[in-house]
């Protein structure tokens, strides 16, 4: 297991009481001084500073646009990746039994971690504190929002592109799994038939290759020409 700071490097934030990154790294299976509670104030954090920064992002982002994009955002799925990108599982204390089951790289234990550091910060430095920390893990993905993407994600994308002009649906497959077990590397290959394409994405998770891999295509010159 990495030591703390190593972690505290990767979100950008140094702690002044390292108790609270401590429990928010620890997870109920291991103690009962657990990251729950952090969690539950993480997640209410989390919520208001991705509401702020959608509502200054775009105008063109009505309430209905901006509540479905926040929940796309904040969402399991959203936050594992953002724990896949940190190596969070390097850092989490579980469980015998939890880490037997591979408990410490479960997606919703994982998201669930993020949103306790984001608790800690706030809890240790404040609001301001925990927004720069939030707004820099997330920036990966608010980049890439417009008022077109409404917070879609890239296999998301290639699919509706791919249907409006009548082609066949992308296929993905798996090319290679390299690493050791808590430290996978997924190749993933897509391939669009009718256009030709045939791309690699890589990812620490295979859904995180498959969007590399989408996000690839949608890049592609034979899919830029398709969208004009």
Not at 52 to 75: I, T, Y
Not at 103 to 118: C, K, L, M, Q, Y
Not at 181 to 187: A, C, L, V, Y
Not at 200 to 213: L, M, Y
């Amino acid at each position: 297991m990495l030591p703390l700071t190593v972690l505290e490097e990767r979100i950008g934030y140094t702690f002044k009481n390292k108790e609270l990154l401590r429990r928010a790294m620890t997870h109920r299976s291991f103690s009962a001084e657990h990251n729950e509670r952090l969690e539950f104030l993480g997640d209410s954090v989390l919520n208001c500073v991705i509401g702020n920064a959608l509502f200054l992002k775009d105008k063109h982002f009505d309430e209905g646009s901006l509540s479905r994009v926040r929940s796309n955002l904040v969402r399991q799925s959203a936050l594992a990746e953002i724990a896949e990108r940190i190596g969070i599982s390097d850092f989490l204390k579980v469980g015998a039994g939890e880490k037997h089951t591979g408990g410490n790289h479960r997606p919703s234990t994982i998201a669930d971690a993020v949103e306790a550091i984001f608790g800690a910060v706030f809890t240790d430095g404040g609001f301001e504190e925990a927004q720069t920390v939030i707004i820099r893990l997330y920036e990966p993905m608010l980049s890439q929002l417009t008022p077109t993407t409404l917070g879609k994600d890239a296999k998301t994308n290639l699919q509706e592109v791919l249907q409006r002009m009548h082609f066949g649906l992308p296929l993905y497959d798996i090319v290679e799994i390299r690493g050791a077990p808590h430290d996978q590397e997924f190749e993933v290959r897509v391939d669009i038939p009718d256009l030709g394409i045939s791309l690699t994405g890589v990812g620490k998770s295979r859904r995180q290759a498959e969007q590399d891999a989408a996000q690839k295509a949608l890049d592609s010159e034979a899919i830029r020409n398709l969208k004009g």
